[in-house]
T-cell receptor
């Protein structure tokens, strides 16, 4: 499978715990994006990487959220001190720089439930 | 960013054509119109994009009138597997790095 992969697919945690999600983009896609989607809503942009550089962050990404892409390949999204409001689907997308930004390839998402 | 308005939901039957209209009254000169499809428990999937007139691919057609203040996604002869949420997005093709999704249109295809 050469699509975007995300792990884990589901995560249940207790309030106050830290969680980390991983995204493996399509090989050679140098752009990587994170989005958050709550029930009944469209995805909301969180952050964007061009290779290993984090170039843009949404205000949604509070100081409890951090994302990395250390070698310009896979990326991780960490949420510290989780809150019930963090329960959502976290989506990763990638695209090659040869594509316009509006053609992004999404992974299946990681569904987070904070109890 | 141009705001988009689309119906919340639509019902259809297998074999029918489904047309979803999106309004984007304040679309800018450089903006393109892009549509994504999302199945339950999956990430969105790019369907089609266009700037003006008509664009057709193996999945859908996109009709854009001359004033570009609206666009219509047309899904020919839908099947049950076309049941999904369809999002209309408007933005500049080469600028900015984030997709801005609205609430989408939930299409239910019935047998």
């Amino acid at each position: 499978d050469t699509g975007v992969s995300q792990n884990p697919r589901h995560k249940i945690t207790k309030r106050g715990q830290n969680v980390t999600f991983r995204c493996d983009p399509i090989s050679e896609h140098n752009r990587l994006y994170w989005y958050r989607q709550t029930l009944g809503q469209g995805p909301e942009f969180l952050t964007y990487f061009q290779n290993e550089a984090q170039l843009e962050k949404s205000r949604l990404l509070s100081d409890r959220f951090s994302a990395e892409r250390p070698k310009g390949s896979f990326s991780t999204l960490e949420i510290q001190r989780t809150e019930q409001g963090d329960s959502a689907m976290y989506l990763c997308a990638s695209s090659p720089s040869s594509h316009p930004y509006n053609e992004q390839f999404f992974g299946p998402g990681t569904r987070l439930t904070v109890l | 960013l141009a705001k988009t308005t689309q119906p919340i939901s639509m019902d259809s039957y297998e074999g029918q054509e489904v047309n979803i209209t999106c309004s984007h009254n304040n679309i800018a000169t450089n903006d393109y119109i892009t549509w994504y499809q999302q199945f339950p428990s999956q990430g969105p999937r790019f369907i089609i994009q266009g700037y003006k007139t008509k664009v057709t691919n193996e999945v859908a057609s996109l009709f854009i009138p001359a004033d570009r203040k609206s666009s219509t996604l047309s899904l020919p002869r839908v099947s049950l597997s076309d049941t999904a949420v369809y999002y209309c997005l408007v933005g500049f093709k080469a600028a900015g790095n984030k997709l801005t999704f609205g609430g989408g249109t939930r299409v239910l295809v019935k047998p």
